[in-house]
């Protein structure tokens, strides 16, 4: 998938120091139906809220804020909640409209969450 790469990049951008770019907005088919069509934005946003927070994280490691072994937790709670975004596409893709909304709603907040937990460490 679109974010399982953007967090290999990021993985490879640790031992670099390069930043990435968050992917555009996908646009939501207009032949699902409006249900799916809601559970599609969240499953976008939680990708693109995925991407957000690598980019965070390869910053902050590039400017000192996170050690490498920091980072490296949170890329692997990222990873895991990737996986669980693909899981929501998939539960989409099968008809599991509710299912799949759910869980990128859920999804979505614990990714921010993390986010918001990263970018408190450029206050201490």
Same mark, same amino acid.
Request: charged content about 20%.
């Given at each position: 998938?679109? &974010?399982? #790469?953007?967090?290999?990049?990021? +993985?490879?951008?640790? $031992?670099?120091?390069?930043? =990435? =770019? !968050?992917?555009?907005?996908?646009?939501?088919?207009?032949?699902?139906?409006?249900?799916? /069509? +809601?559970?599609?934005?969240?499953?976008?946003?939680?990708? &693109? +809220?995925?991407? !957000? #927070? #690598? %980019?965070?994280?390869? /910053?902050?490691?590039?400017?000192?804020?996170? +050690?490498?072994?920091? @980072?490296?937790?949170?890329? !692997?709670?990222?990873?895991?909640?990737?996986?669980?975004?693909? /899981?929501? /596409?998939? =539960?989409?893709?099968?008809?599991?409209?509710? $299912? #799949?909304? %759910?869980?990128?709603?859920?999804?979505?907040?614990?990714?921010? @969450?993390?986010?918001?937990?990263? @970018?408190?460490?450029?206050?201490?």
């Amino acid at each position: 998938s679109l &974010i399982s #790469a953007v967090l290999v990049s990021l +993985t490879i951008a640790l $031992g670099g120091g390069c930043s =990435m =770019m !968050a992917p555009a907005p996908v646009p939501v088919s207009e032949k699902l139906s409006p249900a799916a /069509q +809601t559970a599609q934005r969240g499953i976008n946003e939680a990708n &693109i +809220t995925l991407a !957000a #927070a #690598a %980019n965070v994280v390869t /910053q902050y490691v590039a400017d000192g804020i996170l +050690t490498k072994p920091e @980072a490296q937790g949170y890329v !692997a709670k990222l990873k895991d909640y990737a996986g669980k975004v693909d /899981q929501a /596409q998939k =539960m989409l893709d099968s008809g599991d409209v509710l $299912g #799949a909304k %759910n869980q990128a709603e859920l999804l979505s907040r614990l990714i921010v @969450a993390l986010h918001r937990e990263v @970018a408190a460490r450029s206050r201490r």
